[in-house]
C-alpha cells in the first residue's frame, strides 16, 4: 500500500534500473501514479519534487535504444511527464550505470552528462522533464545566501560553496528551485547524490569504474551484445547458439559480423561479470566514507546525506550526521523512499 504524507515536500528514490529485467517497473509504474492522481484530485498539495538519485535508466542491462523507445518505459515517462507539468519538479543526478564515472568525474560530469542527453535524444527521447538543467551528479536542499529555502543541482563538487552560516553560496538561477513559503530550520541541510563518490579510490578507479564503463560504452558490438542480452533475459532462455540466432531473427539484428561461439562467449562473460556487479555492499562501509567525504570537500554545514547505489536502504547517525540509503526498485527488494517534509523532518517508507 502506497502511502505519502501530505506535508511532503520532496520525495527521493533511487535505482530503479529502468532496462534491468529485474526492475520492479510495474511497482514503480503504481507509485508515479499514486503521485499523479494526487495532484490532480487535490492532495499532495506541497509537493515540489521528485529527485531520483541516480541508476534511473540501466545502460548495462538494456540500450539506449531501447530504453528511448520501449513502450512499457514509457508508460512511466508519460506518468513522469505528467507530474512535472503539474508543477512537480523531476531531477535525477546520474549514477554509474548511466555514464562512465571513472577519472576526474567532476570535471568531466558535464561532458558525459550532455553526451547521455543527446544520445537519448538522437534515439528519440523527447520527454523534456530530461534535460541539462534537472540532470545533475548533487543535489542540496537548504537555505540560499537571500535566506531562502531552495533546492540547488550542481554537477560537480567543486562549485559548492557554504558561507560561514551555512548558507549557499554559489547557485545557477536556471538549476535552481526556490520554495516559496517554505523555511526550514536551521538544522536541516540535505546533501543528495547517487553514492559511487563514497567509494574507496583504487575500488572505484581501478576496479569497478572500468567495468561499468565497458558496458555503458557505445559499440556496434556492445549495442548488439545489450539487445541480445536483454531480450534473452526476457524470454528466459539460455544463452545458446540456438535461441541467439532465434532471438536476433525476431528482433531484426544483424549478428552476421560475428561469429555465433564469440556471440556465445561475450554473453557468457557478460552474465558472470553481472552475477556480482558491486551492488549490496554493507552500507557502513559508506557511511565511513560520508564523514570524510564532507570534511574533504568543507561541507560542514550539511546535516543529512541521502544516496542509493549499495541497494541496501539503511540509516546511521554519527557526529549529529544523519546518513540514508534510499534504497531500490530491484529484484527481491522491498521498494523504498524518502519523504521530507516541510519543515525539513523526513520519513523512510517502504511499500
Sequence with gaps: MIHIDNDTLILVLSDVHLGDIYCRRDDFLSFLSFIHESRVSGNLQHLRALVILGDFFDLIWSTIENLSN???????????????????????????????????YNLEFEERKMLFLEKLRL?????????????????????NSSNKTVISLFDSIHDIEFNG?????????????ILEHIK???K????MTHGYQFEG???????????????????????????????LKQLNLLITDENIEHVASERNLDISDFS???????????????????????????????????????????THVIFGHSHEIGMSNVNNIIMMNAGCWVADKTPSYIEIHN?????VKQF
Excluded at 561461439?261 to 562501509?285: C, P, Q, T
Design 70 to 104: 520501449n513502450k512499457d518505459f514509457n508508460k512511466i515517462y508519460n506518468i513522469l511527464q505528467a507530474i512535472r507539468n503539474n508543477s512537480v519538479e523531476i531531477v535525477i543526478a546520474l549514477g554509474n550505470h548511466e555514464i562512465p564515472t571513472g577519472g576526474f
Design 123 to 143: 534515439n528519440g527521447f523527447y520527454y523534456n522533464f530530461l534535460n541539462e538543467f534537472t540532470v545533475c551528479q548533487y543535489v542540496i536542499l537548504g537555505q
Design 165 to 177: 552560516f551555512g548558507l549557499i553560496l554559489r547557485e545557477d538561477d536556471k538549476r535552481t528551485i
Design 184 to 186: 526550514l530550520m536551521n
Design 188 to 191: 536541516y541541510q540535505y546533501f
Design 201 to 231: 579510490w583504487f575500488k572505484h578507479h581501478i576496479f569497478l569504474a572500468p567495468v561499468w564503463e565497458s558496458f555503458v560504452e557505445e559499440n556496434i558490438e556492445r549495442v548488439l551484445l545489450n539487445e541480445l542480452w536483454y531480450e
Design 260 to 302: 555465433s561461439s564469440r556471440i556465445e562467449r561475450d554473453l557468457i562473460k557478460i552474465d558472470k561479470k553481472l552475477a556480482y556487479n558491486g551492488r549490496n555492499v554493507k552500507n557502513n562501509i559508506y557511511f565511513r566514507r560520508i564523514l570524510q567525504f564532507l570534511k574533504k570537500y568543507s561541507l560542514q554545514p550539511i
Design 343 to 347: 519543515y525539513g523532518d523526513f520519513r
